[in-house]
C-alpha cells in the first residue's frame, strides 16, 4: 500500500479560480501543480526529504493524456486492429519509443517467426540448388553466384528478422515482467 497521505485546504474562490487557470495553462491537474508547487518550495528551502525504508518502490504509473478527437479516432483505430485495447496498445507504443524497438504485439511476433521460418526453408532450397550447381549440373537453372546472392539475401533478411523479434520481445517481457 503507498505511503502517501492527502493534504486539504479550502481557497477562496478567486484563488482557486487563478489556481485552476495555472494549471490548466501548464496542462496540469491542480492536484498535481500544488504538489509540485509544495515540492518546488521545500526544495528551495533547503528541506531534503528522505523516502522511508519502508515505501514499497511503485508497481505501475498511471498516465492520463488528453487527444485531440482526430488522434483518438486514429489510436483507436489502430489498437482495434491489433485486438488490443487503447491504453494498452498505447502503453506499448510508448514503451517501444522509449526502449527504441518498434512495437509488436504477440500475432504479429508470431507472423514474424512465421517468416523466418519460411525463409529458413528457401534459404535450404536454395542451398541444395546450390549444392548441385557445385556438382557442374548444368540444368539446374540461376547461376552459382545467382544463388550465392540469394542464399545471403535470404540470410540477412532472416537474421534482421529475428533480431527484430528478439527485441520485441525482451521489450514485451520486460514491460509486463
Keep these: 500500500m503507498s505511503n502517501t497521505r492527502i493534504l486539504r485546504t ?3 474562490a478567486t484563488t482557486h479560480a487563478v489556481v485552476e487557470a495555472i494549471a490548466r495553462q501548464q496542462q496540469l491537474t491542480e492536484s498535481a501543480w500544488l504538489r509540485r508547487l509544495i515540492e518546488t518550495t521545500l526544495q528551495s528551502s533547503g528541506v531534503v526529504i528522505q523516502a522511508g525504508s519502508n515505501d514499497e518502490p511503485p508497481r505501475q504509473a498511471r498516465l492520463t493524456i488528453r487527444l485531440l478527437a482526430d488522434d483518438q479516432a486514429l ?12 491504453a494498452t496498445y498505447a502503453s506499448v507504443v510508448i514503451r517501444s519509443h522509449l526502449r527504441g524497438v518498434a512495437p509488436l504485439p504477440t500475432e504479429e511476433r508470431a507472423l514474424l517467426n512465421q517468416a523466418i521460418g519460411q525463409l529458413g526453408a528457401i534459404g535450404r532450397n536454395l542451398n541444395q540448388l546450390a549444392r548441385l550447381a557445385n556438382q557442374g549440373r548444368k540444368d539446374v537453372g540461376p547461376s552459382r553466384e545467382d544463388l550465392r546472392a540469394l542464399l545471403r539475401a535470404c540470410e540477412a533478411l532472416r537474421n534482421h528478422v529475428r533480431q527484430i523479434v528478439d527485441a520485441n520481445l525482451r521489450s514485451w517481457e520486460a514491460g509486463h515482467g
Design 10 to 12: 479550502r481557497l477562496p
Design 75 to 86: 489510436l483507436h483505430a489502430r489498437a482495434r486492429a491489433r485486438g488490443m485495447p487503447m
